[in-house]
């Protein structure tokens, strides 16, 4: 594939704010926006959206570029170091180098006439299990009683993906009631004034499916005390909290239980928590290889959420799932808050071969990574 054609505009994602979407040639890819976000994560544009589009808009050195396997992502990001004479191309901005290269590997695939997530492995055979959002609180919510843990997660136990999302629909629609909801947030998930252990005690009840959590505890944490509506916690006692929770309500997954710099914090709860828990790192690790090595080497977290445009990088996205793996850290790949109808998550998940993938369930934004995925089930079954 060689670069003839390149364009990038300013779109809506699905909270109204404007992001990238960026064309090479007759393929598209857009980076979706967070609104819970790490300090530690690459910066979504150098200067501005303003600024990056203007400069892919008018970025010749890209043109004429010839691409032909996920490798090659490799000059795309030497061409931005060079032109802009950046030590590491991420420097351009998390969303439009994420943009750029997803609509690259895009643009591979539909000239070799193969799926996307078949440019990255075409021996993936894997698909991952989803985590959906059911209900929130936290930054998440509109609510001003809700929980203020942000995410009550369905993780389904099937075998089949297929299975698995239709686990999630049904236990997003029955807890609809359990919960006493009637609207949603930003993320489809139910809205609700219950408590953290109301919803927990509402979700064990859950047929087929196993119970998480995204603490978010970054959001609540101020001046050494995680500040609750009802109590204030210090570390020790926010250890014991969640611990107790976990054996309580026999949660599986619970993610950024601690607050972001915390990596001993998080290695004293995991290594307390029950056997085949799941301790999350999100903005503890912010999807940064060098965050990783740190929570590798202090023992702080046994599972990684892994968000393409908190890197920017697909070449850094690989080394950090690979390094996962090599040292037995689950991998999710995550959606974000502000999300687009691209579908390419979908592909990467399966392309990468992680563990999970984190998406949602309700909303037009949240299903098209659902439907794709079970159209990958068919693809790779035939």
């Known amino acids: 594939m060689i670069i003839k054609k390149l364009a990038a505009r300013a779109i809506r994602d699905s909270r109204g704010e404007f992001t990238i979407e960026v ?33 892919l808009n008018s970025f010749q050195e890209l043109r004429g570029l010839t691409l032909a396997r996920f490798e090659d992502l490799e000059k795309v990001e030497e061409t931005i170091r060079r032109k ?9 901005g998390a969303n439009p180098l994420f943009a750029l290269e997803c609509a690259c590997l895009k643009e591979i695939a539909r000239e070799k006439g193969v799926p996307l997530w078949a440019v990255l492995n075409d ?28 995410e009550f997660l369905v993780v389904p136990q099937a075998r089949s993906f297929r299975e698995n999302y239709e686990i999630m629909r049904n236990a997003h629609r029955w807890l ?32 087929r499916a196993r119970v998480g959590t995204d603490i978010a505890a970054s959001s609540f944490y101020s001046r050494g005390k995680y500040v609750y509506k ?30 972001e710099e915390d990596f001993e914090g998080f290695s004293s709860l995991l290594s307390r928590a029950p056997r085949g828990c799941m301790i999350v790192g999100d903005d503890l690790t912010a999807t940064q290889l060098e965050r990783l090595n740190r929570a590798i080497k202090l023992r702080s ?13 697909l070449l850094e996205l690989k080394r950090i799932i690979e390094t996962c793996k090599k040292n037995r850290i689950k991998t999710i790949l995550s959606h974000r808050s502000g999300e687009t109808l691209d579908n390419a998550l979908a592909d990467l998940a399966v392309g990468f071969q992680t563990d999970y993938i984190k998406t949602g369930i309700s909303t037009k934004w949240r299903e098209a990574k659902l439907k794709r995925l079970a159209e990958i089930e068919r693809e790779i079954v035939n």
């Open 230 to 259: 009802n109590k204030v916690l210090r570390k020790r006692e926010q250890i014991e909290y969640v611990l107790k929770l976990i054996r309580e309500f026999k949660l599986f997954y619970v993610e950024d239980p601690l607050h």
């Open 176 to 207: 609809k009631r359990q919960v006493r909801a009637r609207t949603k947030n930003d993320e489809g998930a139910w809205q609700t004034s219950l408590s953290e252990e109301e919803v927990f005690s509402a979700m064990t009840s859950l047929a």
């Open 84 to 92: 802009y004479k950046f030590r590491d191309a991420r420097k351009f």
């Open 23 to 55: 064309q090479v040639n007759r393929s598209r890819a857009s980076a979706p926006a967070g609104k819970s976000t790490g300090k530690h994560e690459t910066p979504a544009y150098h200067r501005s959206l303003k600024w990056n589009l203007a400069q």
């Open 123 to 150: 021996k993936a055979r894997k698909i991952p299990v989803p985590v959906g959002n059911a209900v929130g609180g936290g930054l998440h919510s509109h609510n001003r009683n809700a929980p203020t843990f942000q």
């Open 301 to 313: 977290i046994n599972a990684m959420i892994v968000k393409p445009n908190q890197n920017g990088s």
